[in-house]
């Protein structure tokens, strides 16, 4: 079992080094002075120097080479200080280290970065977990549900309603809720309180995630296996709980599990909208003040917990389904 | 010049594209599929639906230059042109505007001259105006997406499923990567880089969510590699693009199709987020986020002005992004063996 | 099934809408920021809604009497008024200006005093005020109101700059508090109490800047604690105080809590005196009381607008503007609402000394044709964007000068601040754009219009788009960040830009300023306007005593400015506040924000009237049994029949 958990832990790496390169070929890639002309449009050269130079983007892109400390750079200076530093000081590996050692700088306002992230985390967290946990509960026991009442008219109504549920997006379940919970029937604060961004959280995932699990459900149900048991004579709900649910487990895990990791990034939306003050809110923030660094930080943090959320889910599978390990 | 150019461009394209529909469902093996699909009456529903879009969307896209004019009016604007502009707000069927002070001496000035389903916003356009406009913007936004996920997600899956081995591998290193960073920042962090506007947003999104794509017909490539007339058409010597456009390729087309129809939805829904949020579409494109972010301020009024909300969310969003989930799931169902019934 | 419905049952019971979950104990006062405040720092303090709380938080030497209008300054610090005179050093006569401030006042403890008690406060941390705003690498707001005023300032400047470089060269930090411990030839301690400063002109207005934050004293030991290293916050976010309230808590993003201070000096005491209106508004009820008032303050950081008017409604907010969507509910022909009457809602309003206007930049070869500028400014209605933006809350701007102070005129017009699409078609055409039309492109004449991002103005913006529309003019909008709008306009990249001005003190010296030719330097004069004219009027006129004999100069200067037409004037805003009746009725200062120690409320009957208001109405109850009938019914019945079938 060690040697499986190490095996995919190697196994990531790779893509962390892809993400890293993707995410540098995003920022560092593109000619610095273009960038900062997508930021103020009409400024003069003066200013869109001064701009890059301020942002580190006019160092060598990936080797620091002897004769770059003699040559104008992209700011239009000369930066003889260059010849002191190493070969590896250009923007590849100052980036490359600043992932490794998770220094993650500091924000416009000259916030370190990670001090920020452990103030909001929590916040966030106090909003996705709660969501989480309703939300998965409240999915598993609706379409074990149908499952158990399949081919009924409720069934196709719930297949209905819950495409429909579907296909209203975040911003409007947002705005009903708000106008609806809040201003209306006074029954929730409207502001720097969970309980609204959590019942939006729940009522935006819900229909997707119930036909998921109706469709996991569904597709066990149809197993030879359960024929057998049914012609056994074990109950329908025996049969729901002890051979469907089981044996889904590993679909089921993948989707809980992977989205554990996301907990603590929380909603854009929902955050700033209702006064949470986490994560989401921290990006949302980010866009508005043109904040490269956290928004870089925010990209290598989603990568980095959506790794850390495969890997568990992986090791997960060993718990459910021990034939994994053999494979 | 070039408005023209656009025009005929997208003409020709529609039209392409309704030909290939055509053939394909004219195909006499999926006469099946056609009944099923026919049968029933949601999806009927949802078909006719979806077309109603696609007619208003491509309307309000063909453009019509004109030399008095700064701002070049669509199609769509010039056939509804009789309708009336009011003053400001004012609800559906109503006859004053409502939402300013009601002088007096404005009285004639208040009075709504037209008759508006869905009333009007605050610079007294109508709303429905408004959803149609929408719906082009929904559509470029769905159609340049899918141009750029599509063909990218369908050339690494059946290249990840052919070849196997290290190619295999390195596309599926490319897939797990681009998997791994979350849609939404990578999506923000693009539009930071290179700017706003329709044109980037569609590269952002389609760079971002080709993976789903590219599984689905990895996956069936995989299985179809085995199949008989595949080994037939090697033995024959054909040559393998020859092998894989000319016979692969059609038998993977219904899962394109099931996932184009999905994919669009889901354009259409994050179309929404990224404009609440403020780096969607530019200021003055018509759009139904935008609608949306502009009915915060107004459900805070009391009496609530409701219908611009309403509008965007129930004539704009929601029928065509249930429509285009209902047939996804009904071509689904019709053509996809395997699939679980969701009936 | 049961167990959920009883679940639910208890929720319901539960639910309280108090976003706090329950008021906090005592005198404590409910307020709002959009924003967190950029900075805490005195001598940084610059924009309203940072000075809004940071001139709570500090004492100042001068202050204004919190109801005599016109405004008058009186000692708060101080002893007495400051005295003025001559005095004569390096053989060169100087005028004086003198005041000393009371002993045993103390700041609020603090861990950067020794021992952690707040100390007492000397002259010395007033002159180390003057002293940090000299020093441009903090950007200190009081700097151009003492450059050019006090002997030595300037070169005391240049030597702070030429410290700051060294010590970065360097790295020796010992160079700029060298700088530091030398004195200002103009700032002289006469005793441990009394300060002098010589006056290289004639300058009343050197008052201002000690009834301003930036006057306030610093103690240098705090500032030189508080630097932002080693785990320790940096002085913007934690300064030491003297004023009525400390620094309890400040969350980002989230609230600030400023609580009474009880080292405030314990002779500021509510007026006794005020006007008969004063009496009838009720201002008078807590004469003679100690300052100050209330307990605590808190303030809860909400960025969006629709919340404060939602929580303010409910009675979470004590007091809060009154956004443009909710405007016709709430007022009618400037009184209140029978609703809002009922609830004990009191409205003031009061025309903002502000004036807001687009600049125009005269250094763009497009815009340097004065009849193009003024054809612009003749095609907006202002009228018709204030009514329907802006609910009417403003009045459109004849000249730079706000209401209520001296060079306003009721009966002045301006004949290009105006709508008027005759004249605008003849200027335009005059320009040398027919019809709108550019006659080096040949399409419409397209003038880029620099404005802040904001999603939530796209009808504004399309209203702005479309008043030029109707002329061909084509007006594009550069959306861009407060900052990059800032650093435009510092680089002078920009053809029409958006520009306002909120005055600092209640002087038009304050307004005529930001046209003066020699400001274009310095962040006032953004537009590059230069008129000799103009120029030599205002210099007359700027250190004049107030008097007919300058409202001629001033009268003279209005008209340049209105025949220029250098920026489109828009309006004065007018601002409407609506209070709660349990928060006291206060008076509003245009330019200062010290009036907190002024505010009273009654806990116990807020307590009262919110419960009262957040009830969930009888909708609410109907709605859950429809919504008990639709969800769980069908699902009875489903259960019901179909459990046979499958057993």
């Known amino acids: 079992m060690l040697t499986y958990i190490i095996r995919r832990i190697i196994y990531t790496l790779p893509i962390w080094i892809g993400v890293y390169g993707i995410t540098f070929a995003l920022f560092h890639m593109r000619d610095p002075i273009a960038i900062a002309r997508v930021h103020m449009p009409q400024a003069p050269d003066a200013a869109l120097k001064a701009w890059v130079r301020n942002n580190n983007l006019h160092l060598p892109r990936f080797v620091n080479l002897p004769a770059d400390a003699d040559t104008v750079l992209v700011d239009g200076k000369k930066h003889p200080e260059l010849a002191s530093k190493s070969i590896f000081y250009s923007q590849f590996f100052l980036g490359f280290r600043e992932i490794i050692t998770f220094d993650f700088g500091v924000d416009k306002n000259r916030q370190p970065i990670s001090e920020s992230i452990a103030e909001r985390a929590p916040y966030s967290l106090s909003v996705m977990l709660p969501a989480f946990l309703i939300t998965v509960t409240l999915s598993v026991v609706m379409s074990l549900f149908l499952a158990y009442f399949r081919e009924t008219g409720l069934d196709v109504g719930a297949v209905l309603i819950t495409v429909a549920m579907m296909s209203i997006p975040v911003p409007v379940y947002l705005l009903l809720c708000n106008w609806g919970f809040g201003k209306y029937l006074k029954l929730v604060p409207v502001y720097n309180h969970v309980l609204l961004p959590i019942l939006v959280s729940v009522l935006a995932g819900l229909g997707g995630q119930v036909r998921f699990y109706r469709t996991v459900f569904l597709e066990q149900i149809e197993q030879d296996y359960i024929r057998t048991a049914r012609a056994k004579g074990v109950s329908e709900s025996g049969i729901l709980f002890k051979h469907v649910l089981p044996n889904s487990l590993i679909p089921i895990l993948t989707s809980v599990v992977m989205s554990l990791p996301f907990l603590i990034t929380g909603s854009l939306i929902l955050e700033h909208f209702f006064g949470i003050p986490g994560m989401g809110d921290m990006m949302y923030t980010a866009i508005y003040s043109q904040d490269f660094q956290v928004i870089k930080v925010m990209v290598y943090l989603g990568a980095f917990l959506y790794m850390i959320g495969a890997l568990l889910t992986d090791i997960s599978y060993i718990l459910a389904d021990p034939r994994v390990v053999l494979e | 010049m070039i408005t023209i150019l656009i025009d005929i461009a997208w003409i020709l394209a529609a039209a392409a594209g309704i030909v290939a529909l055509r053939s394909f469902l004219r195909n006499p093996s999926l006469k099946d599929a056609r009944d099923m699909l026919a049968s029933r009456l949601r999806v009927r529903i949802a078909f006719y639906v979806v077309c109603a879009y696609l007619g208003v969307g491509l309307i309000g896209q063909i453009k019509v230059p004109e030399k008095e004019r700064i701002a070049d009016r669509s199609l769509l604007d010039l056939s509804l042109q009789w309708i009336q502009k009011e003053r400001t707000y004012s609800a559906p069927f109503a006859s004053e505007v409502t939402g300013i002070r009601m002088l007096e001496a404005d009285r004639e000035l208040n009075r709504v001259k037209g008759i508006h389903i869905l009333g009007t916003d605050i610079n007294g356009v109508d709303v429905m105006h408004n959803v149609l406009r929408g719906a082009s913007t929904a559509l470029i936004l769905s159609f340049g997406t899918a141009l750029v996920a599509m063909p990218l997600g369908v050339l690494l899956g059946i290249l990840a499923g052919w070849s196997g081995g290290k190619l295999d591998d390195l596309i599926q290193w490319l897939m797990s990567t681009v998997a791994s960073i979350p849609w939404l920042l990578f999506v923000i962090a693009f539009l930071m880089v290179f700017g706003r506007g329709l044109f980037w947003i569609c590269l952002a999104i389609g760079l971002t969510s080709w993976v789903g794509t590219a599984r689905l017909i990895r996956g069936e490539t995989l299985k179809q590699k085995s199949l008989d007339y595949i080994t037939a058409a090697r033995a024959t010597g054909l040559s393998v693009p020859r092998i894989l456009f000319r016979h692969l390729l059609p038998n993977v087309r219904y899962l394109i199709i099931i996932d184009l129809t999905l994919f669009c939805s889901s354009v259409i829904l994050a179309e929404s987020i990224l404009t609440f949020i403020g780096i969607g579409v530019e200021q003055g494109t018509a759009s139904w986020g935008a609608m949306l972010i502009e009915s915060e301020k107004e459900l805070m009024r009391s009496p609530a002005i409701w219908w611009v909300f309403a509008g965007s969310a129930f004539c704009g969003i929601l029928p065509l992004v249930l429509s285009l989930n209902v047939l996804g799931d009904a071509l689904r169902d019709a053509l996809d063996p395997r699939a679980v019934s969701s009936r | ?647």
């Not at chain 3, 005599?68 to 053989?91: D, W, Y």
């Not at chain 3, 050019?148 to 160079?175: M, P, Q």
């Not at chain 3, 003031?348 to 502000?354: G, K, M, N």
């Open chain 3, 1 to 647: 099934m049961r167990a959920g419905v009883i679940f639910f049952a208890l929720f319901l019971a539960a639910c309280n809408n108090n976003p706090y979950g329950q008021f906090p104990p005592g005198k404590v006062i409910m307020s709002n920021l959009p924003d967190d405040p950029r900075t805490l720092d005195p001598a940084r303090v610059g924009d309203t809604q940072s000075n809004a709380i940071a001139s709570n938080l500090h004492d100042t030497p001068f202050e204004y009497y919190y109801l005599k209008r016109p405004l008058e300054i009186k000692p708060a610090m101080a002893v007495s008024m400051p005295r003025t005179g001559a005095a004569v050093s390096g053989g060169t006569q100087y005028r004086t200006f003198e005041f000393s401030i009371k002993k045993g006042m103390r700041y609020a403890d603090d861990s950067c005093f020794a021992g952690g008690k707040g100390r007492e406060i000397k002259i010395d941390d007033i002159i180390f005020a003057v002293k940090r705003a000299a020093d441009n690498s903090i950007d200190p707001f009081g700097l151009p109101l003492l450059s050019g005023k006090v002997l030595g300032f300037d070169e005391y400047t240049t030597r702070l700059e030429k410290a700051h470089a060294e010590e970065a060269e360097k790295r020796d930090s010992s160079i700029v508090s060298k700088v530091f411990d030398s004195e200002i030839p103009g700032v002289r301690k006469l005793d441990d109490y009394t300060l002098q400063l010589l006056l290289t002109e004639d300058y009343p207005q050197i008052i201002f800047f000690f009834t301003l934050t930036t006057g306030s004293p610093q103690p240098r030991e705090c500032v030189e604690y508080y630097n932002g290293r080693n785990g320790r916050p940096a002085y913007d976010r934690h300064p030491a105080t003297s004023g009525a309230f400390r620094l309890k808590e400040w969350h980002s993003n989230y609230r600030i809590v400023l609580a009474r201070n009880p080292n405030y000096r314990s002779d500021d005491f509510y007026p006794r005196e005020g006007t008969e209106e004063d009496k009838a508004n009720g201002l008078l009820l807590a004469a003679g009381r100690q300052l100050p008032i209330v307990d605590e303050i808190w303030i809860q950081i909400i960025k969006a607008g629709p919340p404060v008017w939602t929580l303010f409604d409910q009675g979470y907010l004590d007091r809060a503007g009154i956004p443009l969507e909710v405007f016709n509910q709430v007022v009618l022909n400037q009184e209140l609402t029978p609703e809002f009457k009922e609830r004990g809602t009191r409205l003031d309003t009061e025309i903002d000394q502000a004036t807001y206007y687009w600049v125009f930049n005269l250094t763009d070869p497009v815009m340097k044709n004065k009849k193009l500028r003024q054809a612009l400014s003749l095609m907006l209605d202002r009228r018709e964007m204030l009514e329907r933006f802006f609910n009417g809350r403003g009045v459109p701007a004849m000249s730079i000068i706000p209401p209520g102070m001296e060079g306003y005129e009721d009966e002045y017009k301006n004949p290009y601040a105006a709508y008027d699409p005759d004249r605008a078609r003849v200027l335009l055409a005059e320009a040398g754009y027919p019809g709108g039309i550019d006659p080096a492109t040949g399409r419409a004449l397209r003038v880029s219009f620099t404005l802040t991002n904001s999603p939530g103005s796209t009808s504004l913006y399309a209203f702005y788009r479309s008043s030029f529309e109707k002329f061909n003019v084509d007006l594009k909008l550069e959306e861009a960040d407060w900052p990059t709008v800032l650093q435009k306009k510092y680089k002078k990249e920009f053809q029409i830009i958006v520009g306002g001005w909120h005055a600092d003190y209640p002087d038009p010296q304050n307004f005529l300023q930001l046209l003066y030719g020699p400001n274009t330097a310095s962040s006032y004069n953004e537009g590059s306007y230069r008129n000799p004219t103009y120029d030599s009027l205002y210099l007359q006129m700027k250190n004049m005593p107030p008097g007919p004999a300058r409202l001629a100069i001033i009268r003279k200067m209005k008209e340049i400015v209105a025949d220029d037409t250098p920026v489109i004037m828009q309006f004065h805003p007018i601002t409407y506040g609506l209070s709660h009746p349990w928060f006291s009725p206060f008076k509003t200062h245009p330019t200062n924000s010290n009036q907190l120690k002024f505010r009273d409320l009654d806990p116990e009957k807020r307590k009262t009237l919110v419960a009262q208001w957040n009830r969930m109405p009888l909708a609410g109850y109907l709605l859950f049994a429809f919504l008990i009938l639709v969800l769980v019914l069908p699902v009875v019945i489903a259960v019901r029949k179909y459990s046979r079938r499958l057993r």
